[in-house]
């Protein structure tokens, strides 16, 4: 399929790249694709940027049948443009599709389209430390019909946000709250898919964290409540004595990228390397017994965001001392210079865009 390129007549300022925040600025153009029965997937087209004018009975606004990405492009200090794994995301967001009933995507020509979209839009990748431009596939339902089944026409679209560091107060430990209230996901559910339902339902339990003062919530299975799951929108990974630790994929976990950059780079490094069942009495035994070395994230966004409290029930506990664990810096510095090209791409992971 041939993709229409079609230049906007005027183009928005560049922000200050040492400035930027995240998810608020959007590039000149966008691309976009439709889906129907009858012509699958039909139409690329790159476009100016704009907003998609819908009737106000679209399946997606109703019913929730969407699926999205997130990944970056980054800059390296050659000026050169590179992604980390693209198609992996696209890997996985047929995988979401399949679980929302939503027709898959060709992957090599989503990947074709992605280069082409960011090769128009080649200024607007950041330069400053840290920054990049981040990237949003997404899948929305068309139809306008009230009445819950799959829709039959569907828009896929990206669009692209410069971006700075995903935490305005940087690479610093976050304060994590332990829920026993809520569940993110059950198995047989769509916690493997991102999503939106998945997030709007972690909106409530996200914000009474907030009010107590915590960043993110740390998620319990659905079932017993006793196995660690994620955290907020991370994957999670616990040090305790010289094992690295974090929850096996069981049908509720996400399939992080950088979950699994993380496994592979602990492997290659040789050091000892679980995916298994974790409970949140094992972690808090760890910590009393003074094994538990270090909590982190990871995900696109914040790539490593390490733990430094965690709060369950009435206990509260302190991690590395509150400061920044050497496992955490260790993984954040290895996968950030791979990344941004500081280092040799040894694990086959760079993708180069040509511009
Ligand atoms: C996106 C996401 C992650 C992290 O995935 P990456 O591919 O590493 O960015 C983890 N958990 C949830 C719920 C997510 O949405």
Redesign the pocket.
């Known amino acids: 399929m041939k993709i229409e390129i079609i230049k906007a007549d005027r183009l928005k300022p560049l922000p200050d790249s040492s400035s930027l925040g995240f998810g608020t600025i959007f590039t000149d153009h966008m691309f976009n694709m439709d889906y129907s029965p009858e012509k699958g997937w039909h139409n690329p087209r790159i476009e100016p940027y704009a907003p998609i004018i819908m009737d106000p009975a679209t399946m997606v606004l109703h019913y929730g049948q969407a699926v999205f990405?997130?990944?970056k492009a980054y800059r390296t200090k050659k000026g050169s443009i590179q992604l980390f794994r693209p198609g992996?995301?696209f890997k996985?967001l047929n995988r979401s599709c399949q679980l929302l009933c939503i027709p898959e995507l060709d992957k090599y020509f989503l990947l074709d389209a992605l280069k082409q979209l960011l090769a128009v839009e080649k200024n607007w990748v950041p330069s400053a430390p840290e920054t990049s431009l981040y990237i949003r596939p997404t899948v929305i339902a068309m139809d306008p019909f009230l009445g819950v089944r799959a829709s039959n026409e569907y828009r896929f679209y990206i669009i692209l946000s410069p971006v700075g560091a995903y935490y305005a107060a940087g690479f610093n430990p976050v304060k994590i709250l332990v829920t026993k209230e809520h569940v993110?996901a059950v198995r047989g559910g769509v916690?493997e898919a991102?999503t939106p339902g998945?997030?709007a339902a972690?909106l409530y339990a996200g914000t009474s964290a907030h009010k107590l003062g915590y960043t993110q919530v740390l998620w319990l299975d659905g079932i017993e409540q006793k196995y660690i799951e994620?955290v907020?929108?991370?994957?999670i990974f616990f040090v305790i004595d010289d094992e690295i630790i974090t929850p096996a994929l069981n049908g509720s976990?996400?399939?992080?990228?950088?979950?699994?950059?993380v496994i592979a780079l602990a492997r290659e490094w040789r050091y000892k390397m679980s995916e298994r069942r974790i409970s949140i009495d094992e972690v808090m035994e760890a910590h009393d017994s003074g094994k538990l070395k270090e909590v982190f994230?990871?995900?696109?966004?914040a790539v490593i965001s390490p733990v430094g409290e965690l709060r369950y029930g009435d206990r509260l506990i302190t991690v590395s001392g509150g400061q920044v664990g050497p496992m955490a810096s260790k993984f954040f510095k290895a996968l950030t210079d791979i990344q941004y090209g500081r280092e040799k791409d040894t694990m086959g992971w760079i993708e180069e865009v040509n511009i």
């Not at 976990?253 to 950059?261: A, K, N």
């Open positions: 990405e997130g990944l992996e995301n996985r993110r916690g991102k998945n997030y972690s994620e907020g929108a991370m994957n976990i996400l399939h992080g990228i950088t979950r699994d950059s994230g990871s995900g696109t966004a």
